[in-house]
């Protein structure tokens, strides 16, 4: 598994970006990862997009695990997920985390996380790690 983080700082949006092989194991060290980084962005908006996610062997158990951990309470992610069984599981973990995790959306492309996030061509540069 592959991840990328960028930051629109005209937009306030930080842009999560994964591809390859989304395992149980692979979420956990994004989800670490991704906390960590999004601690020095805690009043920006996101996006994590798993459009380049080419396969996919997240289990149940991960997801609700996932679910009842604690999280930044960001102002709004969005998850943009194109494949169905990503989307299925993303909106799952969705309903799942509604009481903690609220402004949290699920979409099929960039286009339409942008419009949530009513932006229009953000410019994103890499965060270093």
């Given at each position: 598994?592959?991840?990328?983080?960028?930051?629109?700082e005209?937009?306030?949006v930080l842009r999560l970006t994964?591809?390859?092989?989304?395992?149980?194991?692979?979420?956990?060290?994004?989800?670490?990862?991704?906390?960590n980084v999004a601690a020095s962005f805690p009043a920006s908006r996101s996006i994590i997009d798993?459009?380049?996610?080419?396969?996919?062997?997240?289990?149940?158990?991960a997801i609700n695990l996932l679910a009842?951990?604690?999280?930044?309470?960001?102002?709004?992610?969005?998850?943009?997920?194109p494949r169905?069984?990503?989307?299925?599981t993303a909106r799952m973990f969705q309903v799942l985390s509604e009481r903690t995790r609220k402004n949290m959306h699920v979409v099929r492309s960039?286009?339409?996380?942008y419009k949530v996030l009513g932006i229009e061509s953000p410019k994103f540069t890499p965060v270093t790690l």
């Open positions: 598994m592959e991840m990328s983080f960028e930051f629109s005209a937009d306030n994964l591809s390859g092989e989304m395992t149980d194991a692979a979420v956990m060290e994004i989800w670490t990862k991704g906390t798993l459009s380049g996610v080419t396969g996919f062997g997240i289990s149940t158990q009842k951990k604690h999280s930044l309470d960001l102002p709004t992610r969005v998850f943009v997920a169905d069984v990503i989307y299925g960039m286009s339409e996380a």
